[in-house]
């Protein structure tokens, strides 16, 4: 059999010839072969090599015609290069918990990656999740970095990069000094964390890529400008997200009712439907795009689960997941004068889309199972205290007291 490798840091190609049974004797009485080899070590600790065997040579020009045309298969694996990539990410919000999954996702795949967090390493927020498991990043291989991205030319010194993902900004001020810098150092490819809150209601849905938006939301004019500035660009639309890490309550509003014995006051029917995703959904379709880059480029993606939920399904959900009962409490906020966007972590109509888009062109399949999901966030939830910590809730007893139910006390 004759053998030839070639392998870099970008790619690598492996091709294979097997010899018919007719050539077999012919090979027979060559010696083992010697091999010639040259490599070199790259700044990512990826080699670079190629090597034959002299005998492929001499073995090739003894192989009948008939041999070659009918026994040669070849076979060929190409690789996925491996990616410096630097995340610049929110000190604040739901969305800080996806560039933490995501820096640990491309670790895990062998990529370079650096997380510039707005602010400073000493504040307090930093002392919140995900923040305060940074060490995960950097026990894993990854940098950590602190700053103002405004002045990211000057926090990163010089570094360079193949990808950079924006995490952090919602508007195009925030998002246009990354951008431009990115740009003017040779980036490749630049990915923007968007909201899937953008999309203008609709009487059709789920929202899929390209529905209608609302032309004054933020990120709209943020993913106009990525559009004319990278030749490779990518946006992602998250909605809500579950998961270890995340700051802004989600699944833990409905858990600090429940364990309390108090009834969970769900605007509306309460079969409104919406979307929760397990984050690591998110940060696996983000690492497809960095592996997929010329599949992913100009591409919009709902950065979402593949299935909805109602809102009192979630209520029930979370009650499974706690092993206790639920006592669902339905209002209209506008008869009470309340505001639901205060009284409750979702929007209060339908808000629901699909990875329509994700599916078709990176491949990409989801995860999450909030029956499962929702089970491992409970016993977190437990293990933390949260389930004793002394809460107030004036709001629901606003809204409990108007619809004259009976509160645990």
Excluded at 96 to 108: N, T
Excluded at 280 to 306: H, Q, W, Y
Aim: proline residues 5%.
């Amino acid at each position: 059999m004759a053998t030839a490798v070639v392998a870099s840091s970008s790619s690598s190609l492996h091709f294979f010839s097997s010899l018919s049974s007719s050539s077999s004797s012919s090979s027979s009485s060559l010696s083992p072969p010697q091999r010639l080899s040259l490599s070199s070590t790259s700044h990512h600790t990826l080699s670079s090599s190629f090597s034959i065997s002299p005998s492929f040579h001499a073995l090739s020009t003894r192989i009948p015609k008939r041999a070659v045309s009918s026994g040669f298969s070849p076979s060929f694996t190409v690789k996925a290069a491996k990616k410096n990539v630097l995340i610049v990410n929110t000190d604040s919000g739901g969305h800080a918990v996806i560039g933490f999954y995501f820096a640990k996702e491309l670790l895990a795949s062998s990529h370079g990656v650096t997380i510039l967090t707005v602010g400073e390493e000493g504040s307090d927020k930093m002392k919140k999740q995900p923040f305060n498991r940074f060490s995960e990043i950097v026990s894993a291989g990854g940098k950590t970095v602190w700053g103002d991205p405004a002045d990211i030319g000057k926090v990163l010194k010089g570094a360079a990069f193949d990808v950079v993902l924006d995490n952090n900004g919602k508007e195009l001020d925030a998002v246009r000094p990354v951008a431009d810098w990115a740009k003017s150092t040779g980036v490749k490819q630049f990915l923007f964390i968007s909201s899937a809150g953008i999309y203008k209601p609709t009487d059709e849905p789920p929202h899929v890529e390209g529905d209608t938006v609302k032309a004054d939301a933020g990120h709209v004019g943020v993913e106009k400008y990525i559009s004319e500035t990278f030749s490779n660009w990518t946006t992602f639309r998250p909605q809500y997200m579950i998961g270890s890490g995340n700051n802004k309550d989600c699944e833990e509003w409905f858990f600090d009712r429940i364990v309390r014995g108090r009834p969970v006051p769900i605007p509306g029917s309460g079969m409104q439907l919406t979307n929760i995703a397990h984050v690591r959904d998110l940060s696996s379709m983000l690492t497809l795009a960095v592996e997929k880059p010329e599949a992913a480029s100009g591409k919009i993606f709902n950065c979402i689960s593949d299935r909805a939920v109602t809102l009192d399904g979630m209520a029930r959900l979370c009650a499974q997941a706690a092993g206790l009962p639920v006592e669902i409490v339905h209002y209209d906020p506008k008869a009470l004068g309340i505001d639901a966007r205060k009284a409750f972590p979702f929007r209060n109509m339908h808000f629901y889309a699909e990875p329509r888009a994700a599916k078709e062109i990176l491949g990409w399949s989801g995860t999450t199972n909030l029956p499962v999901d929702l089970k491992e966030r409970y016993n977190e939830y437990v293990k933390i205290g949260r389930d004793k910590k002394e809460m107030k809730f004036e709001l629901d007893d606003k809204i409990i007291a108007a619809v004259k139910v009976p509160v645990a006390v």
